[in-house]
């Protein structure tokens, strides 16, 4: 239920601390969010600081009491927005891809340090395609490639690479099956869904697409089928690496290990958590 419109005073000012009040029971950080969701409806990023005192007005006022009921019914702020910010880009984002969250920049940060001097690269479950345009800006001297099976999601992604002007191959299917015979990489990166399906943080999580948390009963089905595809797409000396829940890591190394990977870590996130594990590919699997 929308609370009571403020009528007293139109100025962005005014309706920033309204937003502020609102929001105070329905998220961590309500100024904040207050800023952004006004902010998204202005003409100018700069217009809430330079003209505070300016009216909002009703075709502005219409679009963010829209945005502010979709907000305090428990959608995600970056839904609301429609775009989110990962690794210093701007990148679109609606229901049918994850939210880009922090954690990801551990694998993302691992592989710019990682990242070959020629050949081709791979992201397999793109979503919304934060990974290999992150990448890609960094270095779009290389060949990259990514994979999603949905296509609204790889819709999202071919998106945000066209604004972006990136240039990625985006192959629509079930993993490497998605792949062109005879494609070989060099750095293969995924963040696979890795829930199991009872997993208690799915409760939290139901705004965002089932299909890309959860794996199946162990949450690890998806490495299982991905390590069981790549091997007809691998260098002699191709790395990998995967984004895995902190609790997991045990396991990743193991599955990499039976599928014929060495020199296999784990890498921790910010918060000290397992979050990524990597491993080469050995010469005599290749």
């Given at each position: 239920?929308?609370?009571e419109v403020p009528a007293a005073e139109d100025s962005l000012r005014h309706w920033l601390a309204w937003l502020g009040i609102q929001l105070a029971a329905h998220c961590d950080a309500p100024e904040q969010e207050a800023r952004w969701?006004?902010?998204e409806i202005l003409d100018s990023g700069t217009e809430l600081w330079s003209h505070p005192q300016a009216p909002l007005g009703e075709t502005r006022r219409s679009h963010l009491?829209?945005?502010?009921a979709r907000r305090m019914s428990g959608e995600p702020l970056p839904y609301c927005l429609g775009h989110w910010s990962f690794m210093d880009l701007d990148l679109r984002?609606?229901?049918?891809?994850?939210?880009?969250?922090?954690?990801?920049?551990t694998l993302v940060r691992w592989a710019l340090a990682h990242l070959p001097e020629k050949g081709s690269v791979l992201d397999l479950g793109t979503g919304s395609g934060a990974i290999i345009l992150a990448l890609a800006q960094a270095r779009p001297d290389l060949d990259y490639w990514a994979v999603d099976r949905c296509e609204d999601?790889?819709?999202?992604?071919?998106h945000n690479g066209a604004v972006l002007g990136l240039s990625v191959h985006w192959c629509a299917g079930d993993w490497?099956?998605?792949?062109?015979a005879g494609q070989r990489f060099s750095l293969v990166l995924s963040n696979p869904p890795y829930l199991a399906t009872d997993d208690p943080h799915l409760a939290e999580l139901d705004a965002e697409p089932i299909s890309a948390l959860v794996a199946g009963e162990t949450g690890l089905e998806s490495y299982q089928a991905i390590l069981a595809g790549l091997?007809?797409?691998l260098e002699p000396q191709t790395r990998i690496a995967f984004e895995h829940g902190h609790e997991q890591g045990p396991a990743l190394r193991q599955l990499l290990r039976a599928h014929g990977w060495e020199g296999v870590e784990t890498h921790r996130d910010l918060a000290g958590r397992e979050r990524v594990s990597s491993a080469v590919w050995s010469t005599l699997y290749a």
């Amino acid at each position: 239920m929308m609370p009571e419109v403020p009528a007293a005073e139109d100025s962005l000012r005014h309706w920033l601390a309204w937003l502020g009040i609102q929001l105070a029971a329905h998220c961590d950080a309500p100024e904040q969010e207050a800023r952004w969701l006004l902010e998204e409806i202005l003409d100018s990023g700069t217009e809430l600081w330079s003209h505070p005192q300016a009216p909002l007005g009703e075709t502005r006022r219409s679009h963010l009491l829209a945005l502010l009921a979709r907000r305090m019914s428990g959608e995600p702020l970056p839904y609301c927005l429609g775009h989110w910010s990962f690794m210093d880009l701007d990148l679109r984002v609606d229901p049918h891809v994850l939210i880009p969250r922090p954690d990801t920049e551990t694998l993302v940060r691992w592989a710019l340090a990682h990242l070959p001097e020629k050949g081709s690269v791979l992201d397999l479950g793109t979503g919304s395609g934060a990974i290999i345009l992150a990448l890609a800006q960094a270095r779009p001297d290389l060949d990259y490639w990514a994979v999603d099976r949905c296509e609204d999601a790889l819709a999202v992604a071919r998106h945000n690479g066209a604004v972006l002007g990136l240039s990625v191959h985006w192959c629509a299917g079930d993993w490497c099956q998605a792949l062109p015979a005879g494609q070989r990489f060099s750095l293969v990166l995924s963040n696979p869904p890795y829930l199991a399906t009872d997993d208690p943080h799915l409760a939290e999580l139901d705004a965002e697409p089932i299909s890309a948390l959860v794996a199946g009963e162990t949450g690890l089905e998806s490495y299982q089928a991905i390590l069981a595809g790549l091997p007809a797409h691998l260098e002699p000396q191709t790395r990998i690496a995967f984004e895995h829940g902190h609790e997991q890591g045990p396991a990743l190394r193991q599955l990499l290990r039976a599928h014929g990977w060495e020199g296999v870590e784990t890498h921790r996130d910010l918060a000290g958590r397992e979050r990524v594990s990597s491993a080469v590919w050995s010469t005599l699997y290749a």
